[in-house]
Protein backbone atom coordinates (compact mmCIF):
# COMPACT_ATOMS: atom_id res chain seq x y z
CA UNK A 1 0.00 0.00 0.00
CA UNK A 2 2.73 2.28 1.07
CA UNK A 3 4.69 1.31 -1.97
CA UNK A 4 1.54 2.12 -4.49
CA UNK A 5 1.43 5.33 -3.02
CA UNK A 6 5.04 6.22 -2.84
CA UNK A 7 5.01 4.94 -6.89
CA UNK A 8 1.73 7.04 -7.58
CA UNK A 9 3.22 10.17 -6.14
CA UNK A 10 6.63 9.29 -7.78
CA UNK A 11 4.96 9.14 -11.36
CA UNK A 12 2.73 12.24 -10.32
CA UNK A 13 6.35 13.97 -9.94
CA UNK A 14 7.43 12.14 -13.67
CA UNK A 15 4.23 13.13 -15.29
CA UNK A 16 4.49 16.97 -14.52
CA UNK A 17 8.41 17.27 -14.74
CA UNK A 18 7.86 16.14 -18.61
CA UNK A 19 4.32 17.98 -18.80
CA UNK A 20 6.08 21.22 -17.65
CA UNK A 21 9.44 20.73 -19.85
CA UNK A 22 6.49 21.79 -22.86
CA UNK A 23 6.45 25.13 -21.16
CA UNK A 24 9.73 26.09 -21.58
CA UNK A 25 10.88 29.19 -19.77
CA UNK A 26 12.84 32.18 -21.17
CA UNK A 27 13.40 33.86 -18.73
CA UNK A 28 15.98 33.62 -15.30
CA UNK A 29 12.53 34.60 -13.07
CA UNK A 30 10.03 32.19 -14.98
CA UNK A 31 13.11 29.62 -14.77
CA UNK A 32 13.40 29.94 -11.16
CA UNK A 33 9.71 30.07 -10.82
CA UNK A 34 9.33 27.05 -12.54
CA UNK A 35 11.62 24.98 -10.74
CA UNK A 36 10.60 26.09 -7.04
CA UNK A 37 7.39 24.13 -8.30
CA UNK A 38 9.55 20.66 -9.05
CA UNK A 39 11.21 18.14 -6.98
CA UNK A 40 14.25 17.68 -8.51
CA UNK A 41 15.76 15.70 -5.76
CA UNK A 42 16.39 11.94 -6.42
CA UNK A 43 16.94 8.84 -4.34
CA UNK A 44 21.19 8.56 -3.23
CA UNK A 45 21.39 5.29 -3.34
CA UNK A 46 24.67 4.03 -4.40
CA UNK A 47 25.62 4.00 -8.57
CA UNK A 48 26.18 0.67 -9.73
CA UNK A 49 27.26 -0.44 -13.06
CA UNK A 50 25.08 -3.52 -12.95
CA UNK A 51 22.42 -0.99 -13.08
CA UNK A 52 23.11 1.42 -15.78
CA UNK A 53 21.59 -0.74 -18.62
CA UNK A 54 18.38 -0.16 -16.88
CA UNK A 55 19.27 3.92 -16.77
CA UNK A 56 18.17 6.52 -18.98
CA UNK A 57 20.54 7.27 -21.23
CA UNK A 58 21.85 11.22 -21.95
CA UNK A 59 22.91 10.24 -25.78
CA UNK A 60 19.60 8.19 -27.00
CA UNK A 61 17.52 10.74 -28.57
CA UNK A 62 14.33 11.26 -26.16
CA UNK A 63 11.36 12.98 -26.30
CA UNK A 64 12.04 15.90 -23.87
CA UNK A 65 11.90 19.00 -25.91
CA UNK A 66 13.55 21.34 -23.52
CA UNK A 67 17.01 19.00 -23.20
CA UNK A 68 16.92 17.92 -26.99
CA UNK A 69 16.54 21.50 -28.02
CA UNK A 70 19.97 22.40 -26.10
CA UNK A 71 22.11 18.92 -26.66
CA UNK A 72 24.02 19.52 -29.40
CA UNK A 73 26.37 16.37 -30.10
CA UNK A 74 27.72 18.16 -32.80
CA UNK A 75 30.20 20.57 -31.42
CA UNK A 76 33.28 18.42 -29.16
CA UNK A 77 33.48 19.45 -26.28
CA UNK A 78 37.69 19.00 -26.74
CA UNK A 79 39.57 21.29 -28.95
CA UNK A 80 41.23 19.05 -31.72
CA UNK A 81 43.74 19.89 -34.80
CA UNK A 82 40.42 18.87 -37.23
CA UNK A 83 38.23 21.53 -34.88
CA UNK A 84 41.29 23.88 -33.94
CA UNK A 85 39.95 27.02 -36.49
CA UNK A 86 37.66 29.16 -34.74
CA UNK A 87 34.60 30.85 -36.29
CA UNK A 88 35.04 34.88 -36.02
CA UNK A 89 32.52 35.31 -33.52
CA UNK A 90 33.53 32.58 -31.36
CA UNK A 91 37.21 33.87 -31.60
CA UNK A 92 35.86 37.77 -30.99
CA UNK A 93 33.74 36.18 -28.11
CA UNK A 94 36.16 34.27 -26.40
CA UNK A 95 39.36 36.67 -26.48
CA UNK A 96 36.77 39.36 -25.44
CA UNK A 97 36.76 37.04 -21.95
CA UNK A 98 39.54 38.15 -20.42
CA UNK A 99 42.44 40.82 -21.08
CA UNK A 100 42.94 41.71 -24.70
CA UNK A 101 46.15 39.36 -25.96
CA UNK A 102 48.04 40.44 -29.00
CA UNK A 103 49.62 36.10 -29.61
CA UNK A 104 48.46 34.88 -32.79
CA UNK A 105 46.17 31.92 -32.27
CA UNK A 106 47.08 30.11 -35.33
CA UNK A 107 50.77 29.98 -34.29
CA UNK A 108 49.63 29.09 -30.49
CA UNK A 109 47.83 26.35 -31.54
CA UNK A 110 50.23 24.85 -34.05
CA UNK A 111 52.97 24.90 -30.78
CA UNK A 112 50.43 23.29 -28.36
CA UNK A 113 49.81 20.52 -30.82
CA UNK A 114 52.73 19.70 -31.17
CA UNK A 115 53.45 18.77 -27.35
CA UNK A 116 49.60 17.60 -26.78
CA UNK A 117 47.47 15.20 -28.42
CA UNK A 118 45.09 16.58 -31.14
CA UNK A 119 43.13 13.89 -31.95
CA UNK A 120 39.97 13.94 -30.70
CA UNK A 121 38.20 11.89 -27.94
CA UNK A 122 35.40 10.75 -26.63
CA UNK A 123 33.49 10.63 -29.52
CA UNK A 124 32.34 6.87 -29.40
CA UNK A 125 28.40 7.26 -28.49
CA UNK A 126 26.84 3.81 -28.92
CA UNK A 127 23.66 2.44 -27.33
CA UNK A 128 25.88 -0.32 -25.87
CA UNK A 129 28.29 2.09 -24.08
CA UNK A 130 27.44 3.05 -20.61
CA UNK A 131 29.99 5.37 -19.26
CA UNK A 132 29.33 6.54 -15.49
CA UNK A 133 30.79 10.08 -14.44
CA UNK A 134 31.36 11.75 -11.72
CA UNK A 135 31.47 15.03 -11.35
CA UNK A 136 32.82 16.56 -8.24
CA UNK A 137 32.29 20.45 -7.49
CA UNK A 138 34.09 21.71 -4.36
CA UNK A 139 31.76 22.93 -1.96
CA UNK A 140 31.47 22.26 1.70
CA UNK A 141 28.53 20.20 1.35
CA UNK A 142 30.72 17.12 0.83
CA UNK A 143 32.01 17.02 4.45
CA UNK A 144 30.62 14.43 6.52
CA UNK A 145 28.66 13.57 2.99
CA UNK A 146 30.33 9.64 3.28
CA UNK A 147 30.15 9.77 -0.63
CA UNK A 148 33.78 8.48 -1.12
CA UNK A 149 33.01 4.96 -2.50
CA UNK A 150 29.98 6.12 -4.49
CA UNK A 151 32.22 8.46 -6.37
CA UNK A 152 34.88 6.24 -6.95
CA UNK A 153 32.38 3.52 -8.37
CA UNK A 154 31.97 5.65 -11.71
CA UNK A 155 34.16 5.16 -14.71
CA UNK A 156 35.28 8.49 -14.73
CA UNK A 157 35.77 11.06 -11.93
CA UNK A 158 36.55 14.17 -13.10
CA UNK A 159 37.44 16.49 -10.47
CA UNK A 160 38.36 20.56 -9.86
CA UNK A 161 41.21 23.61 -9.58
CA UNK A 162 43.25 22.46 -6.59
CA UNK A 163 40.69 20.53 -4.98
CA UNK A 164 42.52 17.66 -2.46
CA UNK A 165 42.11 14.33 -1.52
CA UNK A 166 44.74 13.56 1.43
CA UNK A 167 42.14 13.00 4.78
CA UNK A 168 39.30 13.45 2.66
CA UNK A 169 39.28 9.95 1.12
CA UNK A 170 35.83 8.82 2.95
CA UNK A 171 33.58 11.99 1.49
CA UNK A 172 34.75 12.95 -2.11
CA UNK A 173 36.81 9.58 -2.47
CA UNK A 174 40.53 8.71 -4.19
CA UNK A 175 40.54 8.31 -7.95
CA UNK A 176 41.09 11.20 -10.12
CA UNK A 177 41.03 10.26 -13.77
CA UNK A 178 40.30 13.90 -14.81
CA UNK A 179 41.20 16.98 -13.23
CA UNK A 180 39.74 20.39 -14.86
CA UNK A 181 42.28 23.13 -14.60
CA UNK A 182 42.88 26.73 -15.76
CA UNK A 183 46.37 28.08 -15.38
CA UNK A 184 45.44 29.75 -12.23
CA UNK A 185 43.75 26.87 -10.41
CA UNK A 186 46.44 24.57 -11.46
CA UNK A 187 48.33 21.41 -9.60
CA UNK A 188 50.69 18.68 -10.04
CA UNK A 189 48.50 15.87 -11.26
CA UNK A 190 49.28 11.78 -10.68
CA UNK A 191 50.16 10.05 -13.88
CA UNK A 192 47.26 8.04 -14.42
CA UNK A 193 45.06 11.39 -14.31
CA UNK A 194 43.92 13.21 -17.58
CA UNK A 195 44.73 17.00 -17.21
CA UNK A 196 41.52 18.98 -18.95
CA UNK A 197 42.40 22.68 -19.56
CA UNK A 198 39.66 25.21 -19.98
CA UNK A 199 41.49 27.71 -22.33
CA UNK A 200 39.57 31.56 -20.56
CA UNK A 201 42.37 33.32 -23.14
CA UNK A 202 45.03 32.25 -25.71
CA UNK A 203 47.33 32.69 -22.87
CA UNK A 204 46.06 29.70 -21.51
CA UNK A 205 46.80 27.72 -24.56
CA UNK A 206 50.32 29.18 -24.77
CA UNK A 207 50.79 28.43 -20.85
CA UNK A 208 50.05 24.91 -21.10
CA UNK A 209 52.54 24.05 -23.74
CA UNK A 210 55.50 25.95 -21.48
CA UNK A 211 53.96 24.65 -18.42
CA UNK A 212 55.04 21.03 -20.11
CA UNK A 213 58.22 22.09 -21.52
CA UNK A 214 60.27 25.29 -21.35
CA UNK A 215 58.18 26.58 -18.29
CA UNK A 216 58.66 30.00 -19.84
CA UNK A 217 54.98 31.59 -19.20
CA UNK A 218 54.91 32.37 -15.67
CA UNK A 219 52.63 34.67 -15.48
CA UNK A 220 49.07 35.58 -16.51
CA UNK A 221 47.01 38.04 -14.69
CA UNK A 222 48.69 36.81 -11.52
CA UNK A 223 52.04 34.14 -11.06
CA UNK A 224 51.21 30.93 -11.74
CA UNK A 225 52.96 27.29 -11.89
CA UNK A 226 55.68 27.52 -14.12
CA UNK A 227 55.93 23.67 -15.14
CA UNK A 228 53.54 21.34 -14.35
CA UNK A 229 53.65 17.48 -13.23
CA UNK A 230 51.07 15.74 -16.03
CA UNK A 231 51.40 13.37 -18.43
CA UNK A 232 51.25 15.28 -21.67
CA UNK A 233 50.26 12.38 -23.47
CA UNK A 234 47.06 12.62 -21.23
CA UNK A 235 46.35 16.54 -22.11
CA UNK A 236 42.80 17.51 -23.04
CA UNK A 237 41.81 20.70 -24.09
CA UNK A 238 38.37 22.18 -23.88
CA UNK A 239 36.70 23.55 -26.99
CA UNK A 240 36.43 27.51 -26.78
CA UNK A 241 33.65 26.89 -29.96
CA UNK A 242 31.58 24.93 -26.79
CA UNK A 243 32.61 27.26 -23.98
CA UNK A 244 30.34 29.70 -26.14
CA UNK A 245 27.91 26.78 -26.79
CA UNK A 246 27.21 26.20 -22.86
CA UNK A 247 27.01 30.02 -22.60
CA UNK A 248 24.43 30.83 -25.36
CA UNK A 249 22.63 27.79 -25.19
CA UNK A 250 22.35 26.28 -21.75
CA UNK A 251 22.53 29.45 -20.21
CA UNK A 252 21.14 31.64 -22.02
CA UNK A 253 23.93 34.64 -21.87
CA UNK A 254 23.10 34.71 -18.38
CA UNK A 255 26.75 36.23 -16.39
CA UNK A 256 30.26 36.55 -18.51
CA UNK A 257 30.61 33.38 -18.97
CA UNK A 258 30.12 29.80 -17.25
CA UNK A 259 32.13 28.77 -14.12
CA UNK A 260 34.41 25.99 -14.32
CA UNK A 261 31.97 23.27 -12.35
CA UNK A 262 28.92 24.38 -15.26
CA UNK A 263 31.56 23.92 -17.84
CA UNK A 264 32.44 20.45 -16.45
CA UNK A 265 28.93 19.49 -15.84
CA UNK A 266 28.06 19.97 -19.64
CA UNK A 267 31.56 18.24 -20.53
CA UNK A 268 30.62 14.96 -18.49
CA UNK A 269 26.78 15.32 -20.10
CA UNK A 270 28.37 15.21 -23.48
CA UNK A 271 30.34 12.77 -22.87
CA UNK A 272 28.90 10.53 -20.73
CA UNK A 273 26.06 8.09 -20.47
CA UNK A 274 25.20 8.86 -16.52
CA UNK A 275 26.35 11.70 -14.84
CA UNK A 276 26.62 11.70 -10.94
CA UNK A 277 27.05 15.21 -9.26
CA UNK A 278 28.59 16.01 -6.14
CA UNK A 279 29.78 18.75 -4.69
CA UNK A 280 28.07 21.83 -5.71
CA UNK A 281 26.07 24.41 -3.92
CA UNK A 282 26.24 25.68 -0.59
CA UNK A 283 26.67 23.81 2.68
CA UNK A 284 23.82 22.64 4.93
CA UNK A 285 24.45 26.07 6.95
CA UNK A 286 24.10 28.20 3.69
CA UNK A 287 27.95 29.36 3.54
CA UNK A 288 29.46 28.75 0.36
CA UNK A 289 32.93 26.91 1.39
CA UNK A 290 35.57 24.86 -0.19
CA UNK A 291 35.06 21.56 1.57
CA UNK A 292 38.96 21.72 2.84
CA UNK A 293 38.77 25.19 3.45
CA UNK A 294 37.14 28.12 5.02
CA UNK A 295 37.65 30.48 2.06
CA UNK A 296 36.48 33.77 1.75
CA UNK A 297 32.45 32.78 0.27
CA UNK A 298 30.07 33.29 2.96
CA UNK A 299 26.29 32.80 3.50
CA UNK A 300 26.41 34.23 -0.55
CA UNK A 301 27.12 32.60 -3.37
CA UNK A 302 29.88 33.18 -5.02
CA UNK A 303 28.61 34.43 -8.47
CA UNK A 304 31.21 36.75 -9.36
CA UNK A 305 31.48 36.87 -13.25
CA UNK A 306 29.27 33.66 -13.35
CA UNK A 307 25.42 33.23 -13.09
CA UNK A 308 25.73 31.14 -9.88
CA UNK A 309 22.19 31.13 -9.94
CA UNK A 310 20.80 30.41 -12.87
CA UNK A 311 23.62 27.63 -13.58
CA UNK A 312 21.90 26.02 -10.24
CA UNK A 313 18.81 26.47 -11.50
CA UNK A 314 19.62 24.48 -15.43
CA UNK A 315 21.54 21.51 -13.05
CA UNK A 316 18.09 21.39 -10.90
CA UNK A 317 16.19 21.09 -14.14
CA UNK A 318 18.51 18.58 -15.19
CA UNK A 319 18.38 16.54 -11.91
CA UNK A 320 14.76 16.83 -12.62
CA UNK A 321 14.66 15.33 -15.99
CA UNK A 322 16.95 12.75 -14.98
CA UNK A 323 19.81 13.84 -17.14
CA UNK A 324 22.00 13.67 -14.14
CA UNK A 325 22.10 13.01 -10.36
CA UNK A 326 22.60 15.57 -7.77
CA UNK A 327 23.94 14.65 -4.46
CA UNK A 328 23.73 17.69 -2.29
CA UNK A 329 25.73 15.97 0.64
CA UNK A 330 24.16 14.84 4.03
O1 LIG B 1 35.96 27.13 -6.06
P1 LIG B 1 36.30 26.32 -7.28
O2 LIG B 1 36.18 27.14 -8.55
O3 LIG B 1 37.60 25.61 -7.21
O4 LIG B 1 35.17 25.20 -7.37
C1 LIG B 1 34.93 24.43 -8.53
C2 LIG B 1 33.44 24.39 -8.78
O5 LIG B 1 32.78 23.75 -7.68
C3 LIG B 1 32.79 25.76 -8.90
O6 LIG B 1 32.87 26.26 -10.22
C4 LIG B 1 31.37 25.49 -8.48
O7 LIG B 1 30.62 25.01 -9.59
C5 LIG B 1 31.51 24.36 -7.47
N1 LIG B 1 31.44 24.87 -6.08
C6 LIG B 1 30.19 25.00 -5.48
N2 LIG B 1 30.10 25.44 -4.18
C7 LIG B 1 31.19 25.78 -3.47
C8 LIG B 1 32.47 25.69 -4.08
C9 LIG B 1 32.56 25.24 -5.38
O8 LIG B 1 29.17 24.71 -6.11
N3 LIG B 1 31.07 26.15 -2.20
Known amino acids: ?36 QLDYRQSDKPVSKALCAFRQCISVEDEDPWFMK ?55 SAPNRCRTCAV ?5 NLNGSDYGSIIDSNDFVIRMNKAPLLGYEKDVGNRTTHRVMHPESATNLQKDTSLLLI ?4 LDLEWIT ?43 RHGKYPSSGFLTLMFAIHICDEVNV ?15 EKNKFRKSEPTGLHAGDYESLVMKLLACKRKMKLFEGR
Open 1 to 36: MVDLKHLKSKLLIVLFCSCAATLVLFSYSNLSSYLL
Open 70 to 124: RFNTSISPLLSQENAILSKSTYYWWQRLQTKQNANYGDVVRKLFQVVPGKGHYND
Open 136 to 140: VGNSG
Open 199 to 202: PFKT
Open 210 to 252: SALTTGTVKRTWMPVMAKINADKNKVLIYNPTFLKYVHDVWLE
Open 278 to 292: FGFGASKDGTWQHYW
